[in-house]
């Protein structure tokens, strides 16, 4: 009887080595990472530092204690004829493995506050920028630059669900990244639209909730160019998974030339906001941006998610006078997930997607709404 | 009273009314384990479901919404359902007969306790078929998407919460006043089986946080439905507010679910080493002082909401001292085997491998008390390992190993040693596969609730999810033991069952009578 | 206290299961009651069910009382579970009162801009001060909270509008217009009333017992009356409802609970009136009439805590 449990055992041990192999041996394809990154701020090391310290240490007390246990295990078996003494307490042991792990941890709550204090070291930024969460987005602020914008998930719906081949950057992506210099102190301040949001940058050492009504700060101060990925590690909805945040740190001069740019384009869009788009062209771009920012909730072909989010095919909105669509849209309804889009879209998506959602699925108003109009109905207020 | 219960022979009507009157202790404590473990196959048919659609990366099974019903229903379904039930069930089974008491001390509200259960989880998990979907913001419920952004069904979930809280208040006061009320002649508190003490020290934790938890869904109540502002800063309130107040209640909690496990192991270790327990008072102690500290470390779940630092640093010092009366507690199991006369019967296989796996557990739990290093942790994977290190190899597992310890006393049948040993091996080896890599994949930046993740986290969460369905299958064998056991199992007739063991409970006939102890037992 | 040997251990009993099931339905009722169209149907069929099941439970405990079949270890089975019992009621508004405090000390001083008052005045003020530059603009931290944040900020449009007036102290010359005043008095005095009825069962003095548990429960509806008018003042005239802030907000929950918890105070002496007037009760056997009034101290000392944090304090 005994022989086939120790059989099934064995077996199933080789199960484990085999899949524990499997693992390692597709790593080369993506690269299996096993330990927390360090990162390329003073921060991201801290947590770094502090993380394998600790590690260590519940390692060796790991050790120390499973070893006395198997040879406990091994030594003391009745049936290696072991006999049972009687004793139950010993004042001295009991108050030495009390005292011991009390002294290793004050010890170890020395480096765990001067980490902690590097973390909440916010003072004295040179630039300071607003990121704040949306379902499920993040929007970008520069504080007194006058440059803001969205930054949302770029793979397509087609590669998540599987109808085409998934790309190297696989959820990765977004529209546009956050872009900072190098060698710079940034200040995040940082807070959320609807729920909670948390904004996470692993090679920042940066997570911050994004509590919508109040901000927490963060910061972050890298030498290092490149690309930095990070994700939403607060649950926030349906969207959740697909809100990633990805990070550019740019030599200073790049970045300066990226921020004239940034304005320039503004400038840009606002001269042109008067010109008259026809029937067609709204169509084509308002179905961009539904897709992009109404489909999580509405559902690509207008139907929503019953009881949840409505429906715009052959709603009453959809169908009724403008201006309430556009109250809708660019207000939102207040107490409801159906937020404002007045930051988040420009006159001209926000007339799009308006333009599309009358025309769309089967629902023909046949009117057009011009950037203009949105523009206007936004002034009157 | 003389008569014996009602059994299938009496004609069904008879025997279903036994189980749906009852006030016998020994009925309602199957009554739970049975809820329990059907709870437990519910919950883990959610996991199995969640596991299923991370195999891959891509959304192949379900969509991401449902995909977040599935998580928040499998944690709610686990902690409330399986886990908290389960140790209800053998407290009492297991308190009237160890202090020798005739029964619980208030039986017939021991009876409501159990039969609120069945009400409100199937109110919760009726919710999954309406329109709007069942609960979908984690089993943690943050505000505001719990509250302003929930869909209509939430009000169901938070009545379908207060209902269940009620029945966990009734049982605790009647813990409470069993243990401290009737006790047989000479079982003073200090004379008292651990599973007793830490089962009383759990009751106090649950009549203190679970009212908590009732007010906090009934401020989602007023904040969703009557224009209250608790938890919106455009009125004055606060979001974070939630969190102070569900952790309040949710860090007792995790210990509500880990101390009777820490009374069952007591319990086992000593009889497979026949050698009584190490440090008995100072495990006493060492309990009482986790359950005390267990209500001033809560916001360390909430490193990452920007806390004052004072705050911050605080919860961190308070949270690391847990390990030293938790370490207490692991040391003396050990000393307690050390030159003891060991076997290793199925029971003492899980209850090691709860002490090996729970501290491995405890470590982790250890490493996320450190605040600069949990703002890396924070909601990754790496939590939801350190959980699952606590609570299925904690609690599961020893629940596992008090059923295969008890069943013999409980149903007169002793089960197949062979099919327990390979229940286990699955089992321990399943489990490690699945939550092991959990850690790896946390520090390289896996986010927990994600229904979709990168191509970098695909390998292990294939292992992962293997693992998964593995652990699965252990917990099939789990019930064909045990419903083999009672149908086919070979009869124990003595008393004690186990040679080392040692209690009331080992002193009455095998199989346990319907009533024990109606006359008080005298204790030396 | 040990097992005596006669303990009371009831037989099958049909009570709990038909609790739960009116518990479960009022549940399932309650919750399809608030759901924007709902009706009241199921929850009251649950309420009903509830009601004459507690009323059927009492009288047989009553009853097995009468009938000798409670010894001393059963009463004190029950004092046990009466006392935990409100101990958790305890906790329960303790959940708010956390709730009032965490938001008078923190959350409302974050929104205005400043550190937390006295406690952690080294919160990161950037955070804080940008709250109130960016966020709501205007804010001010004061309590009662009479602005709200988003009123300061959005002015008309604002979803949550502060009251127009609170309830904290008036000033000494409206000192007896002052209704949580006189709520205090009436509570205070009610507590007094139900210890003298308390001492007079001790001493057999069943008339007297009659009298001053006729007095407390006459002031308990008169404390419910009083606070029914105050709650119609504030709708009416002081533009104080549930939805102005966290100010209504606190302020309605946490007298309403309390309110709840005095009527249901209420209810369980008056029930124990009645007995007394049918003569139960003995100086020796007096638990249901003691449960009560423990009871009722609880509800009085909580009242105490909220006429200091919730009137008072500002
Ligand atoms: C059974 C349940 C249980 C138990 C017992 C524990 C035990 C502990 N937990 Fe855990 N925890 C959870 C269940 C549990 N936890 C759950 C469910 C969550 C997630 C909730 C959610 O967000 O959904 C969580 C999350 C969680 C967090 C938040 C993480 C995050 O979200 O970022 C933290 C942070 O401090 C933490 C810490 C601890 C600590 C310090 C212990 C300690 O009690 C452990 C003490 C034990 C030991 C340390 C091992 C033995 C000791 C020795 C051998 C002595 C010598 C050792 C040393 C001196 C190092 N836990
Ligand atoms: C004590 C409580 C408990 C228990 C026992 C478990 C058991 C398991 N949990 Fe648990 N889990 C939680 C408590 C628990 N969990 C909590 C609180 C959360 C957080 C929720 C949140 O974020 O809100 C969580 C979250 C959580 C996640 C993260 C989800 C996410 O973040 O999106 C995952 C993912 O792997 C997971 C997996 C598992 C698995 C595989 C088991 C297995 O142990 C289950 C094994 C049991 C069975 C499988 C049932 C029996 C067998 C059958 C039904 C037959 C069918 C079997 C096969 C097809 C093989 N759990
Ligand atoms: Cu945004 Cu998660
Ligand atoms: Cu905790």
Redesign the pocket.
């Known amino acids: 009887m005994l022989k086939r449990a120790q059989a099934l055992f064995l077996s199933s041990l080789g199960a484990v080595l085999a899949l524990v192999y499997v693992g390692g041996a597709n790593a080369e394809s993506a690269p299996s990472q096993l330990n927390m990154p360090q990162g390329v701020t003073e921060v991201s090391q801290a947590a770094y530092d502090i993380h394998m310290i600790m590690m260590w240490i519940c390692t060796v007390i790991g050790i120390a204690v499973f070893g006395f246990m198997f040879y406990v295990m091994y030594a003391h078996r009745k049936s290696r004829g072991a006999v049972a003494e009687n004793f139950h307490e010993n004042v001295l042991v009991e108050l030495l493995w009390t005292i011991v792990p009390a002294i290793i941890l004050i010890v170890m709550a020395i480096p765990a506050t001067t980490a902690l204090l590097k973390v909440y070291d916010t003072e004295n930024a040179d630039i300071d920028i607003k990121v704040t969460g949306y379902q499920w987005k993040w929007q970008y602020e520069y504080l007194g630059e006058d440059v803001k914008f969205m930054s949302e998930l770029r793979t397509p719906q087609d590669e998540i669900y599987g109808r085409e081949p998934k790309g190297e950057h696989y959820l990765r992506e977004v529209t546009e990244p956050l872009v900072l210099p190098a060698g710079k102190k940034v200040r995040f301040l940082i807070t959320g639209n609807d729920v909670i949001h948390s904004w996470w940058v692993p090679d920042f050492g940066v997570k911050r909730d994004a509590v919508p009504g109040l901000f927490t700060s963060a910061w972050a101060k890298t030498d290092k160019p490149g690309t930095y990925v990070g994700e939403c590690t607060e649950l926030c909805g349906s969207g959740h998974a697909f809100m990633p945040v990805v990070v550019e740190v740019k030599e200073q001069a790049e970045y300066d030339q990226w921020l004239a740019d940034k304005k320039a384009a503004a400038a840009e869009y606002a001269s042109t906001i008067g010109k008259q788009w026809t029937f067609d062209e709204l169509m084509v771009k308002g179905e961009e941006v539904y897709n992009r920012s109404c489909a999580g909730c509405h559902a690509v072909n207008g139907e929503g998610i019953p009881g949840v989010f409505p429906a715009l095919k052959n709603s009453v909105i959809a169908l009724g006078p403008v201006v309430e669509h556009l109250r809708v849209v660019v207000d939102g309804i207040p107490g409801t997930a159906m937020q404002s889009f007045a930051d988040q879209l420009s006159e001209v998506d926000i007339a799009a997607v308006i333009h599309y959602e009358r025309n769309a699925w089967g629902n023909d108003v046949g009117d057009i709404t011009q950037p203009i109009d949105v523009l206007n109905y936004k002034q009157a207020k | 009273m003389a008569h014996g219960p009602a059994t299938l022979a009496d004609g069904w009507v008879k025997y279903a009314s036994r189980w749906l009157f009852t006030t016998n202790h020994k009925d309602i404590g199957t009554l739970y384990l049975w809820f329990s473990f059907a709870m ?2 519910l ?3 959610f ?2 479901i ?2 299923a659609e ?1 195999f891959q990366p891509g959304m192949q099974l379900i969509k991401p919404e449902f995909f977040n019903q599935m ?2 229903m ?2 709610l379904v ?2 409330f359902g ?2 908290m039930p389960a140790f209800v069930g053998l407290a009492n089974w297991l308190i009237p007969m160890m202090i020798g008491a005739p029964d619980m001390a208030l039986p017939r509200m021991n009876n409501l306790s159990f039969w609120i259960l069945p009400f409100a989880f199937a109110i919760l998990v009726a919710t999954l078929f309406m329109e709007g979907g069942g609960p979908n913001f ?3 419920f943050y505000a505001p998407l719990s509250t302003t952004y929930a869909p209509d069904t939430v009000n169901y979930f938070i009545f379908g919460v207060h209902i269940m809280g009620a029945s966990s208040i009734m049982g605790s006061i009647n813990i409470i006043a069993t243990v401290m009320n009737m006790r047989a002649p000479g079982m003073t508190y200090m004379k008292m089986p651990m599973f007793v003490w830490t089962w009383l020290i759990t009751a106090f934790l649950l009549v203190a946080v679970m009212p908590v938890l009732a007010g906090a869904v009934t401020m989602m109540l007023m904040d969703i439905n009557f224009g209250t502002s608790f938890f919106d800063a455009a009125g004055g309130g606060d979001p974070v507010l939630f969190q102070h107040i569900f952790w309040f209640f949710g860090h007792p909690e995790v210990y509500i ?1 880990i101390l009777p496990a820490f009374g069952v192991v007591s319990q086992i270790i000593p009889t497979f080493s026949r050698k009584p327990l190490f440090g008995y008072s100072s495990m006493v102690y060492a309990t009482a002082s986790i359950a005390f500290m267990s209500f001033i470390v809560w916001a360390h779940h909430m490193f990452t909401v920007g806390m004052p630092i004072a705050g911050e640093l605080y919860f961190m010092y308070a949270t690391m001292l847990i390990a030293v009366p938790t370490g207490v507690k692991v040391f003396n199991w050990i000393t307690t085997m050390y030159k003891g006369s060991l076997t290793f019967e199925t029971p003492m296989l899980f209850s090691i491998a709860f002490v090996i796996l729970f501290t491995f557990g405890g470590f982790t739990g250890l490493m996320l008390s450190i605040a600069a290093a949990d703002i890396q942790y924070h909601d990754t994977y790496f939590v ?1 390992a350190h ?2 290190y606590v ?2 190899a904690g ?2 597992f020893s629940g596992t190993a008090a059923v295969y310890y008890w069943l013999p006393k409980w149903c007169g049948k002793m089960y197949d040693e062979t099919m327990g040993k390979v229940q286990f091996w699955i089992a321990f080896i399943g489990f490690n596969i ?1 939550f092991m890599p959990q850690h790896f994949l946390g520090l390289a930046g896996m986010p ?3 229904a979709d993740y990168g191509l970098q986290f695909a390998d292990w969460n294939m292992v ?1 999810s293997i693992g ?2 593995m ?3 252990a ?2 064998l789990f019930l064909f033991n045990v419903v083999r056991t009672i149908t086919h199992g070979k009869p124990v007739d003595k008393p004690e069952v186990w040679e080392g063991a040692e209690g009331l409970e080992w002193t009455v006939p095998t199989p346990a009578p319907y009533h024990t102890f109606e006359k008080p037992p005298q204790v030396k | 206290m040990s097992t005596e040997g006669n303990y009371y251990v009831p037989e099958q009993s049909k009570l709990p299961i038909v609790t739960a099931t009116g518990m479960g339905i009022l549940a399932f009722g309650a919750a399809s009651w608030v759901i924007e169209g709902g009706s009241p149907t199921i929850f009251l069929v649950g309420l009903l069910i509830m009601a004459l099941v507690m009323y059927k439970w009492w009288s047989i405990v009553i009853d097995e009382n009468m009938r000798g079949l409670a010894n001393d270890q059963l009463k004190k089975s029950y004092v046990l579970g009466m006392l935990w019992f409100i101990f958790s009621e305890v906790m329960f508004f303790a959940a708010f009162f956390g709730a009032l405090f965490y938001v008078r000390v923190f959350a409302n001083s974050w929104l205005g801009g400043e550190a937390a008052v006295g406690i952690f005045d080294d919160t990161p003020t950037d955070a804080a001060a940008a709250n109130n530059e960016i966020l709501w603009p205007g804010y001010q931290a004061e309590w009662p909270v009479m602005v709200t944040p988003d009123q300061a900020a959005n002015g008309d449009a604002a979803m949550f509008k502060g009251p127009e007036q609170n309830m904290n102290f008036p000033g000494w010359s409206n000192l007896l217009s002052w209704l949580p005043l006189w709520n205090t008095i009436v509570l205070m005095t009610s507590s007094v009333t139900v210890h003298i009825a308390h001492t007079a069962l001790k001493n057999d003095n069943r008339k007297k017992f009659n009298t001053w548990l006729g007095i407390t429960v006459a002031l308990g509806i008169f404390f419910l009356f009083l606070q029914a008018e105050e709650y119609i003042h504030a709708y009416q005239h002081m533009g104080l409802t549930l939805e102005t802030g966290i100010y209504g907000t606190t302020f309605f929950l946490l007298t309403g609970f309390h309110g709840a918890h005095v009527t249901l105070g209420t209810c369980m002496l008056l029930v124990q009136w009645i007995r007394g007037l049918k003569g139960h009760f003995s100086h020796e056997d007096q638990f249901g009439f003691e449960a009560s009034s423990w009871y009722w101290h609880f509800v009085d000392v909580v009242w105490v805590g909220l006429f200091l944090f919730v009137y008072v304090l500002a």
């Open positions: 437990f196959i919950g883990g048919s996991a199995m969640i596991r991370l998580t928040t499998h944690g686990m902690v399986a886990i984690g089993w943690t679910i939801v959980f699952h609570m299925v609690a599961v699945t927990r609730r994600y992962s998964a369905f652990y699965g299958a917990q099939i």
